[in-house]
């Protein structure tokens, strides 16, 4: 014992001893290739939303509507009151002398039923003065009317029906009278009287001869009122039945421009061509006109311009010429014929002397001529119509559409200033706007942004129709796209789309915003904005790229279950597609990346036979090659990174290169590759690269090497494969090396930041070990109960689950230890060669819990058990003999233990020993102890321990040179505890040493 002591301190005089360090069996993995192999980013962006929505506003004067026909009944087509025929000298002194009111009506209806209706009217008339029989007077008005709308004499007629029929509605005299009335009311522009008319005859239950001509009636009059639906139904209804022939052709006119009136074109021409096929007829003049009007509305401008040409020749004098030439004019300009509109367009303006027609007619004229980009002929008509005398608002009109034609000659000078005219004086809001938008637009053009924005919320600040609302807001994303002001350019995107999610500008907006939410750093945004539009867009061309952008969005933020189920998407739905090659390819470097590489192979074999021109070909083969290197075909992996490398790809080919020579632990190889890759690779490749660097120093041994990278790699922004990995080789060092401070922070940081890596639990358990080892029970405890805590897999094997117990036994959590230890036990079979140190520390447990008789049957059952564990068991003994005060027993347990190959059982019992040595006042032989602990545990809390026991032991032999060596070598001592150092430090002031 004396020996070992003064072997020990010369140690601590010379130097420190060879540590017994426990062997890192932590090795770094190679650089993974597939990680670091970029997605293929297509060159796309943003495309222009276009000039918006807008169109050019409407015209202050618009060429107004087409009125409705003018009702013209022909009165003597209708159906006569039953009469019988005259008699044998109906015409008698009776009535022409004695004025007899019978005679006389008699006579009048004869002289009626022979068409001479002169005689027919005096005698008539004479029977309405003379006669006060209600029955005779009501035959006598009623024939008299008849007889005054065959003699033309319109006067008096709507009196005399009026009369007529009131008395007995009933009535023959009243149905047919009714019938005539109402034909009367309806010339005479009173629909709504007719209404009333026709309404009460067919109620009364009116003979079958008056029905299909009341209801004719009926439609008019709706006609009349402008309930143009009720029309179309009556009209609809009557021309299902057999009627006379003038009831079914003019039930065919006037349905025809009802339908007109309703959109409904195609029918409505095709009504009015039956009508117009008969020939002259009432109203023919005017069912060719509504004919060519509603051929074009209906998109037959050629069949209109026809109609129209043969109305006005056949009919040089219609009442409606104004009309015709305003359709022919506009029918003109659909066809294309420019000329002729125009002349057309003159001749009217000519024989309009209100202009309600003729101005209107030229502003379309010249709207037509701006929106083709007539520039020369819209110039020379717009200086022609400035030079009319016009109203302020057609005169803007007239300014803005030469502004809009210079702006289409590149004439941005003379745009602009027509454009600013119209701004300052719009007469008509529409204009203003339209005008205030152009500018904007022409500002961001010249890259004026700000004046632009402040041009459109100006704009948006007014009450703007919605259609020029929305194109204000999308111009408005587009300005702040340009000027890269991205919130404000999401706000006018994201406005537009909730107000305006329907508009045909829709889809375009919502690209442009998801490009907008991507630059403004919300890249989740843009892949949402992204998914939704291809989904709701799949026809669209741009689809595909939504898609693919969508694709690399999602695998930047790690979901690759997403980004694989876009690309499957994209490469489904457009097979043949511009990008499903590129999706293909991105689709297996993400199978690469998830570890799938070796199912890769036959795609990309197939992709790059496929396609050897592709500019993406070097991409392919690198993908190529990672795939056969999971395969385990180093070789053929090796040619296709050789093949990359002359495509381009040369830092990630290098990268490759290296990781082969890595896995065949050719170092020099592997580092000058590594070399090449980091020198000439983007920041992440660099980064594998200098990982792999790293990489090999450490496996090669070459720590101090390894510590210098590692330093560099942990103070760049975390990789989520690399960084894990040197920050646990850190801890492992950090714990082999002592360094208990760096190891918890290297390890808690792991923790932190990468609790999913696999390399995070390996190193806690290494660490925690490793700490257990050195005495740092507090560290070892913290990190094998958050091995257990939330890496159950890992901290469920055996070694762990003693190292934790033993940990808990250390730093005195004894019941816990105790539940453990013992359920560890009681699953253990006998065999198990695990079950003695279990057995030992749930002995130790019963010790510190001061159940000595338990523990010292667990340790007499380990040492009749296990003879190999049997100094430890030993160990025990002293120490429960020694708890009970029994020295004499417990000195030779200690000093057996002291031989035992156990390097910690023979530290403590050496540590031990010392205490109790100098608790008996025998001090030479406690120094011999606490040095020989010292000398084999080194840094360690006991080996600490015995150093500070020493030198107290030195001191009271009157040693104090040697005691001060002890106390500032324990000073040195890295990891010293502060009530330690305290204690060295006091006792060194007591021996009068600094």
């Known amino acids: 014992m004396r020996v070992l002591g003064s072997l020990a301190l010369l140690g601590l005089v010379l130097g420190p001893s060879a540590a017994q360090a426990a062997e890192v069996s932590f090795t770094l993995p190679p650089p993974d290739l597939a990680a670091v192999l970029p997605l293929v980013s297509p060159a796309l962006d943003k495309g222009p939303v276009g000039s918006g929505p807008m169109s050019l ?73 003379k006669n006060t029989d209600r029955a005779l007077l009501r035959e006598a008005r009623y024939w008299l009317a008849e007889t005054l709308i065959r003699l033309k004499q319109t006067d008096g007629v709507e009196q005399a029906l009026h009369l007529a029929i009131q008395d007995e509605p009933r009535s023959d005299i009243g149905y047919y009278g009714g019938l005539t009335y109402g034909m009367v009311l309806l010339n005479a522009g009173q629909p709504a009287r007719a209404l009333e008319t026709f309404d009460n005859i067919l109620k009364a239950g009116a003979p079958p001869e008056v029905i299909p001509w009341a209801r004719h009636g009926r439609a008019l009059a709706l006609y009349g009122l402008g309930r143009f639906p009720d029309a179309r139904e009556a009209w609809t209804g009557l021309l299902a039945q057999s009627l006379p022939r003038s009831v079914a052709g003019e039930s065919q006119f006037w349905l025809g421009d009802t339908l007109g009136r309703l959109g409904d074109y195609k029918n409505a021409v095709a009504r009015l061509s039956t009508f117009t096929a008969r020939g002259p007829q009432l109203n023919i003049e005017s069912g060719l006109l509504r004919q060519a009007w509603w051929s074009r509305a209906g998109g037959q401008p050629l069949e209109a311009v026809q109609t129209y040409r043969g109305l006005l020749s056949a009919y040089p004098k219609l009442s409606e010429i104004l009309w015709a030439r305003a359709g022919l004019a506009l029918a003109l300009l659909d066809i294309g014929d420019y000329a002729a509109a ?32 007539r520039v020369e002929e819209g110039r020379t008509l717009s200086l022609e119509l400035l030079g009319k005398n016009l109203e302020p608002a057609a005169r803007a009109y007239v300014v803005l559409l030469g502004a809009e034609l210079e702006r289409e000659a590149k004439q941005p000078s003379e745009a602009r200033s027509g454009f600013e005219l119209v701004a300052s004086n719009p007469s008509t809001p529409a204009l203003g706007w339209y005008a205030g938008y152009r500018l904007a637009q022409m500002d961001i053009e ?234 000439g690779g983007t920041t992440p490749i660099a980064a594998a690269a200098e990982y792999g660097i790293a990489a090999v120093l450490w496996n090669q041994g070459k720590r101090a090497d390894f510590n210098r990278f590692a330093t560099a790699i942990l103070t760049q ?204 006042g025998r001090h030479q032989q406690a120094v011999d102890a606490y040095m020989t602990a010292a000398y084999v545990a080194p840094d360690t809390p006991l080996g600490r321990r015995a150093l500070l026991g020493a030198g107290q032991s030195f001191a009271a032999l009157k040693q104090p040179d040697f005691a001060v060596i002890v106390y500032k070598k324990l000073l040195a001592s890295s990891g010293i505890e502060a009530e330690l150092a305290e204690a060295a430090k006091k006792n060194l002031r007591a021996l009068g040493a600094n």
């Open 446 to 679: 010249g890259r004026e942004f700000a004046q632009a924005q402040a041009r459109l919320d100006a704009l948006l600040r007014q009450p703007l129709d919605p259609d020029v609302r929305a194109a204000v807001l999308a111009l408005g994303g587009e300005a702040g796209y340009a000027a890269r002001d991205w919130d404000q350019a999401a706000d006018r995107y994201g406005r537009f789309l909730a107000d305006y999610g329907s508009s045909p500008e829709a889809p375009s907006v919502q690209l442009a915003l998801g490009w907008t939410q991507f630059r403004r750093g919300r890249p989740e945004e843009a892949r949402k904005l992204w998914t939704q539009f291809a989904t709701s867009q799949a026809k669209d061309p741009r689809a595909p790229a939504a898609l693919l952008l969508a694709s690399e969005i999602a695998a930047r933020s790690g979901d690759t279950a997403g980004a694989q189920t876009l690309l499957d998407g994209l490469i489904q739905r457009y097979p043949e597609g511009e990008h499903a090659e590129v999706a293909r390819l991105n689709r297996a470097i993400l199978l690469l990346r998830a570890g799938k590489g070796a199912g890769t192979v036959g795609d990309l074999t197939t992709l790059v036979r496929r396609a050897p021109l592709s500019p993406y070909i070097g991409r392919m083969r690198l993908a190529r090659a990672a795939a056969l290197m999971a395969d385990g075909k180093p070789e053929e992996a090796t040619r296709e990174l050789t093949a990359a490398l002359a495509q381009g790809e040369s830092a990630v080919a290098h990268l490759g290169l290296g990781r082969i020579a890595f896995d065949r632990k050719q170092w020099d190889e592997a580092e000058r590759e590594f070399v090449e890759a980091r020198d």
């Open 57 to 129: 506003p409407p015209s202050p004067q618009p060429v107004p509507p087409l009125p409705p026909a003018r009702i013209v009944v022909d009165l003597t087509q209708l159906p006569l009151a039953p009469a019988p025929p005259p008699r044998f000298l109906a015409c008698n002194p009776l009535g022409t002398v004695f004025g007899v009111a019978s005679e006389l009506v008699e006579c009048g209806r004869a002289r009626f039923q022979r068409n001479e209706f002169e005689e027919a009217r005096e005698a008539l008339e004479n029977a309405v003065k």
């Open 342 to 373: 125009l002349d057309e367009a003159r001749r009217l303006d000519q024989a309009d002397a209100k202009g309600a027609l003729g101005l209107p007619v030229l502003l379309a004229v010249d709207r037509w001529a701006t929106e083709k980009h």
């Open 717 to 920: 922004p975390a990789n989520a494969t690399t960084t894990p990995q040197v920050l646990g080789a850190t801890a492992v060092v950090a714990a082999d090396e002592q360094k208990w401070k760096e190891a918890r922070a290297a390890t808690q940081r792991l923790i932190k930041e990468f609790p999913a890596s696999d390399t995070t639990p390996a190193v806690l358990a290494q660490v925690g070990a490793a700490a257990g080892r050195g005495g740092e029970w507090t560290l070892a405890g913290d990190v094998l109960q958050t091995l257990a805590t939330r890496y159950p897999t890992h901290g469920a094997t055996r070694d762990v689950r003693l190292d934790y117990a033993e940990a808990l036994v250390r730093t005195g959590a004894v019941a816990e230890a105790r539940t453990r230890l013992q359920a560890f036990v009681d699953t253990s079979p006998a065999q198990d060669p695990a079950l003695p140190r279990a057995l030992l520390l749930l002995g130790r447990s019963y010790e510190t819990a001061g159940d000595q008789a338990q523990a010292l049957d667990l340790y007499a059952r380990v040492t009749r058990d296990y003879p190999a564990w049997e100094g430890a068991a030993t160990l025990g003994q002293a120490r429960v003999a020694m708890i009970d005060g029994k020295w004499a027993e417990a000195q030779p347990l200690f000093e057996r233990a002291l031989s035992a190959s156990d390097v910690q059982v023979a530290t403590e019992a050496a540590y031990r020993l010392g205490e109790g040595y100098r608790g008996a």
